[in-house]
Structures are given as C-alpha cells and as structure tokens.
C-alpha cells in the first residue's frame, strides 16, 4: 500500500520557522504532484502548497511569500519551508500525491503555532 510519511512538525513561536518533511515511494511520486494540505482545529482540511513535476508551484493565498514547497526527485521527497509562521499556521499537514483521479494523503504532521 501505497504510504507517505510526514516529519517536521512541531511547536514553534509565532513568527518563527519550520520546515516539513515528506518522504514518499516512487509509485506515487514519480510523475505526480504533490502537496501540502492542512486542517486546523474545527475546520476544514485547505490546500497549502502543490508543486508539479518540473517545480511549478502555486500556493494558497494565506501563505505566499511566507512558504516555500520544493521536492527531490532523486530521493522521492517534498518539503514545506515555513517562515514566518502565526497561530493561524497551527494545524495538522498532510503530505498528498495526486494525478488524474488519484489522491494520496500521509497521517499528517502536527504544527502548533502559540507563545
């Protein structure tokens, strides 16, 4: 079965940084986009982050200029580089992977964003 393991996450102060950590296997991450998705206490899970193939990458508005998604082809990972984070940043991240009809999540990493 296909699995994706997030690290990284964490307690950090507000306007501190993190950076996550996804390590996936090659059936779902060659040729496929992969991303950030995050749900904070008593909402909705969110897109982050995506990035494709060749490193295009789009962000939500929430978080452009302050994160940064990167992957390595090589070793089959991704990663979330978040600066300047707020309390509204605390959340679980979850690592997907998709093409066409296909989605993946991992377990998910927790970020908590306080003083």
């Known amino acids: 079965q296909a699995q994706l393991v997030e690290s990284g996450g964490g307690l950090v102060q507000p306007g501190g940084s993190l950076r996550l950590s996804c390590a996936a296997p090659?059936?779902?991450?060659?040729?496929?986009?992969m991303g950030w998705d995050r749900q904070a206490p008593g909402k909705q899970r969110e897109m982050v982050a995506s990035i494709d193939t060749v490193g295009k990458s789009i962000y939500a508005d929430s978080v452009k200029g302050r994160f940064a998604i990167s992957r390595d082809n090589a070793n089959n990972a991704v990663y979330l580089q978040m600066n300047d984070l707020q309390p509204g940043g605390t959340a679980v991240y979850y690592c997907?992977?998709?093409?066409?009809?296909?989605?993946?999540w991992g377990q998910g990493t927790r970020v908590a964003v306080s003083s």
């Open positions: 090659t059936t779902i991450f060659s040729g496929h986009f």
């Open positions: 997907k992977s998709h093409l066409l009809t296909s989605h993946y």
